[in-house]
């Protein structure tokens, strides 16, 4: 087994050429995990009244609206999510941590939070931006 540390990628990960890793019908799904975990979110964002993983993933053009921050970190975070449920059989991962929005992924990466804990959280974090019009500033300790 070999040893890896994961690092988890934040705000500016989700950007033009990453529209549809997530939906495309063409992307491999053999477990259908990747689904499993979209139709989560979508369930998720459809309660509280924003748009869907799906539709934002979706879109035939990426612009201003996969970018602010009740998206960003939720496109971010399922992303990741996905990509952290893929990894390899034989990795042991012995550290995780997490660049700006990256550190949900990492807390849930690092088995702290389940997915859909996980993603409430981004989203909220994500939904302070709009609400309080604060971008970015986020300190953690």
Known sequence: MRR???ICPGRGTYTRSELGILTRADRPDPSG???DLVARADRWRGR????????LDGADRF???HLKGENAAALIYTAGAVDVASL???L???????????WYTALH???VFGFDDG??????????????????????V
């Open 4 to 6: 890896v540390a994961l």
């Open 33 to 35: 995990l990747r689904r």
């Open 48 to 55: 509280i009244g924003r748009t869907s993983i799906s539709d």
């Open 63 to 65: 612009g201003s609206v």
């Open 88 to 90: 390899a059989k034989d």
């Open 92 to 102: 042991e991962v012995v550290c995780v941590c997490g660049n700006s929005m990256g």
């Open 109 to 111: 990466a690092g088995g």
């Open 119 to 140: 993603l409430r959280l981004a989203d909220t974090m994500g939904g302070f931006q709009v609400e309080d019009g604060v971008v970015g500033g986020q300190v953690i």
